[in-house]
T-cell receptor, first 111, second 115 residues
Framework: SQQGEEDPQALSIQEGENATMNCSYK?????LQWYRQNSGRGLVHLIL?????REKHSGRLRVTLDTSKKSSSLLITASRAADTASYFC???????????FGKGTRLHILP | DSGVTQTPKHLITATGQRVTLRCSPR?????VYWYQQSLDQGLQFLIQ???????AKGNILERFSAQQFPDLHSELNLSSLELGDSALYFC??????????????FGAGSRLTVL
């Protein structure tokens, strides 16, 4: 069963615009991670946010975490064609070694 | 190149057959995770090994089994294959096995097609 659910399932925006993806999860977590997958390839880790953190930045990426709402968002600023990919949130439940992925958001950057 | 090696890259086989997928983790990583990715189910966690021992189990079918060897490489065995087993199978590795700040490094995947 999925722990995290991304929203929207698909998103198309113009190059240069900002892209926002959301993730909701069900149980308490140790940390939440975001990964990117280019078509048919392996996933690549983008950023990790711990349960006691509220916001984290990495380059053009900004991640927020609201543990009271069990949700996270990933913001990609000034999008580029190379950002076209699927983005997954992954949750690490407390006292559990599993890393559970959602179904992902497919992001398409239009030239 | 992520440092995680998966073989074979592509595999086509018939229903009822058995296949073995192989994974070599990144140098220094002790933990191996297996995931199945199909179009309608997203990325499903199958099983995790840490330093040769099973650590966590997900939605792994009884027809599937896995192990991690002393040299830390892992194999995923899929038997009595069905059409629905067609998917991308990913292996990922991490330094430790605990639920702390484990970050996964993924291989390129093995694409299995069952005809």
């Amino acid at each position: 069963s999925q722990q995290g659910e991304e929203d929207p399932q698909a998103l198309s925006i113009q190059e240069g615009e900002n892209a926002t993806m959301n993730c909701s999860y069900k149980t308490s977590i140790n940390n939440l991670q975001w990964y990117r997958q280019n078509s048919g390839r392996g996933l690549v880790h983008l950023i990790l946010i711990r349960s006691n953190e509220r916001e984290k930045h990495s380059g053009r990426l900004r991640v927020t975490l609201d543990t009271s709402k069990k949700s996270s968002s990933l913001l990609i600023t000034a999008s580029r064609a190379a950002d076209t990919a699927s983005y997954f949130c992954a949750t690490v439940p407390n006292r559990d070694d599993k890393i559970i992925f959602g179904k992902g958001t497919r992001l398409h950057i239009l030239p | 190149d992520s440092g995680v090696t998966q073989t074979p890259k592509h595999l086509i086989t018939a229903t009822g057959q058995r296949v073995t997928l192989r994974c070599s983790p990144r140098s220094g990583d002790l933990s191996v995770y297996w995931y199945q990715q199909s179009l309608d189910q997203g990325l499903q966690f199958l099983i995790q090994y840490y330093n040769g021992e099973e650590r966590a189990k997900g939605n792994i079918l009884e027809r599937f089994s896995a192990q991690q060897f002393p040299d830390l490489h892992s194999e995923l065995n899929l038997s009595s294959l069905e059409l629905g087993d067609s998917a991308l199978y990913f292996c990922a590795s991490s330094k430790t096995g605990g639920s702390g700040a484990n970050v996964l490094t993924f291989g390129a995947g093995s694409r299995l097609t069952v005809l």
